[in-house]
């Protein structure tokens, strides 16, 4: 008995819907691997390692220019409310992702002429703090998979453990800077890597909210605690 073609219709963008949704996921997990690859790399001071990492950094942004274009193509399927939000929250995410990617590469870069100065034990504050935005990335994925707003609204509110380490390791930083001047270049380094770590905790969040948008629609967020103090210090 032949299918009727609603049905084939159907099961195309069903198809199409998770292939985007794969799509994602892979992207989330290659920027996760990305930042921890980056944070090995300051650790281990390996220049061409982190060479790789910077190089690796281009397919990131290839998967993110798929999936726009896949994108378009459910767009413009006419597609109900519910898959519209899918829609508009795989846009929003994508672009966090490849911003998690960029400040990844970018903690790689500046590894390179941190190498060139002896190596600061902050180094292991930063990885501490890394691998809290590693398990940030994972997990706000994990939420976009099972369009888990209890997990989603957990990360949102884990931030404020990320911005408390980076405050903490800033506060370290200028520290040790004021006591000893040679310290001043690769302590500013590290000061600029802190920040692109801390940054991925912020679009995590990002993720996070659009996770709520995608399941809930228009509902209020409720408030978010912000820790970051290093503005004031």
């Known amino acids: 008995m032949a299918i009727p073609m609603h049905e084939h219709i159907v099961k195309s963008y069903d198809d199409e819907q998770k292939r985007l949704l794969d799509e994602t996921l892979r992207m989330g997990e290659m ?29 990131i942004d ?14 413009l399927r006419g597609p109900m409310a519910r898959d519209l939000r899918e829609i508009l929250a795989a846009v929003r995410i994508a672009s966090d ?4 990617g960029d400040y990844a590469a970018n903690v790689a ?6 190498n060139q100065s002896p190596a600061l034990p902050h180094i292991a504050g930063l990885h501490a703090l890394g691998m809290l935005a590693v398990a940030q990335v994972r997990d706000v994925m994990a939420a976009y998979r099972d369009s888990d707003v209890e997990l989603a609204q957990r990360v949102r509110a884990r931030d404020a453990e990320i911005d408390v380490a980076y405050t903490g390791l800033f506060r370290e930083l200028l520290t040790y800077m004021m006591e000893d001047a040679r310290a001043i ?11 692109n770590v801390e940054r991925i905790g912020d679009h995590a969040t990002n ?8 399941v809930k629609g228009e509902l209020a967020l409720p408030p978010r605690e912000k820790r970051d103090e290093s503005s004031t210090l």
């Open 97 to 100: 992702i490849e911003r998690i």
């Open 185 to 195: 270049t690769p302590c500013t380094h590290l000061l600029f890597m802190a920040k």
């Open 207 to 214: 993720i996070a909210e659009n996770i709520w948008f995608l």
């Open 109 to 114: 870069k500046r590894s390179r002429t941190l």
């Open 31 to 59: 920027a996760a691997a990305q930042l921890e690859a980056a944070l090995d790399v300051v650790q281990r001071r390996d220049d061409k390692a982190a060479e790789r990492i910077i190089a690796n950094d281009v397919a």
């Open 62 to 75: 290839a998967l993110e220019q798929e999936i726009s274009h896949d994108v378009m193509k459910l767009a």
